[in-house]
């Protein structure tokens, strides 16, 4: 038993890595930031807003398949949707929208602006959002997109 307590186990590791991981997320919360972590690395989770704009020729079956695409990249990739909206086929976005400055501006742009507009917040690591908007860029169907990270400790 003397020779266990003495040495470093990956055991104890894991068990203070955990310990650590409780403390810094009891201490942070106040400021929205979410860590997570493993036995060798803290990983960040940052809130995000995506806002993207569908092609306005897809059925709405169309568009709600493409929009679990999309949801299903995201939590694949370990982020959580927090907050989700479907604001349909527009030809003018809303202008109560939350957001930032610029998704206001990403949506007050008139180019391209007719088509379904859908919103995820979410909280997740940066290769994360790296992933979904590589998928956005692939995607023929999306027009558009804005991702923005959002800033909950002002």
Do not use: C
């Not at 009891?26 to 569908?54: A, G, R």
């Amino acid at each position: 038993m003397k020779k266990l307590m003495g040495q470093s186990t990956e055991k104890n590791l894991i068990l203070e890595s955990i310990s650590v991981a409780v403390y810094l997320k009891l201490h942070i919360q106040q400021q929205k930031t979410v860590y997570y972590i493993s036995p060798l690395n803290i990983y960040t989770m940052n809130s995000y807003e995506t806002v993207f704009i569908l092609t306005p020729v897809l059925s709405e079956d169309q568009a709600k398949e493409a929009i679990q695409k999309f949801r299903k990249i995201l939590k694949d990739l370990g982020g959580r949707i927090i907050h989700e909206e479907s604001w349909g086929l527009n030809s003018q976005p809303l202008k109560s929208s939350p957001g930032s400055s610029e998704l206001q501006d990403f949506l007050d742009d008139t180019n391209k602006s007719t088509g379904y507009y859908h919103l995820f917040e979410f909280s997740s690591n940066n290769s994360a959002v790296a992933e979904l908007e590589i998928a956005l860029k692939r995607d023929e169907r999306v027009l558009r997109f804005l991702t923005v990270r959002l800033d909950r400790g002002e």
